[in-house]
């Protein structure tokens, strides 16, 4: 069995989530999706995020058809070894030039094109602007 890896924050989701996962469960038999913790979100992206908590995200994400398993984590450490489960993991293409944590226990690493426009910090502007 061919599994599959991607990790994120998914605090709202968008298009350009479901377009990830859907190209992510394309590339195996079964995708994990890992999310980082509240505390790590505030630490990350700053004390207004998250905006959804980490049981409502993973509760979103398991409803989704191309998810199979959703699988929280809090540390690095963590991390890789989720990662290390895996045959391959997918990443955003704005990761092509930049530190993949996990990368060196990962035996294939697929970037997909990121839809111009979709991110969580985009939509949350977005909104505060209207």
Same mark, same amino acid.
């Given at each position: ?7 994120? +924050?998914?605090?709202? $989701?968008?298009?350009?989530? =479901?377009? =990830? $996962? *859907? ?8 995708? @994990?999706?890992?999310?980082?913790? /509240?505390?790590?979100?505030?630490? =990350? ?25 959703? %699988? %929280?984590?809090? *540390? /690095?450490?963590? $991390?890789? +070894? ?7 993991? %997918? ?5 092509? /030039? ?21 991110? @969580? +910090? ?5 909104? %505060?602007?209207?």
């Amino acid at each position: 069995m061919k599994k599959v890896f991607v990790n994120g +924050t998914f605090d709202i $989701l968008h298009l350009g989530h =479901l377009e =990830l $996962l *859907t190209f992510a469960r394309g590339q195996g038999d079964w995708l @994990t999706v890992a999310i980082d913790s /509240d505390r790590r979100v505030k630490q =990350l992206k700053g004390n207004s995020r998250p905006v959804n908590n980490v049981s409502e995200r993973a509760n979103l994400l398991r409803h989704l058809r191309a998810v199979d398993q959703v %699988v %929280v984590f809090d *540390t /690095d450490e963590e $991390l890789i +070894t989720l990662i290390s489960q895996c045959s391959v993991m %997918v990443k955003g293409s704005d990761y092509q /030039d930049k530190h993949i944590v996990g990368a060196n226990v990962c035996k294939e690493i697929i970037f997909f094109e990121r839809l111009n426009g979709y991110s @969580t +910090t985009e939509k949350i502007q977005h909104i %505060v602007n209207r």
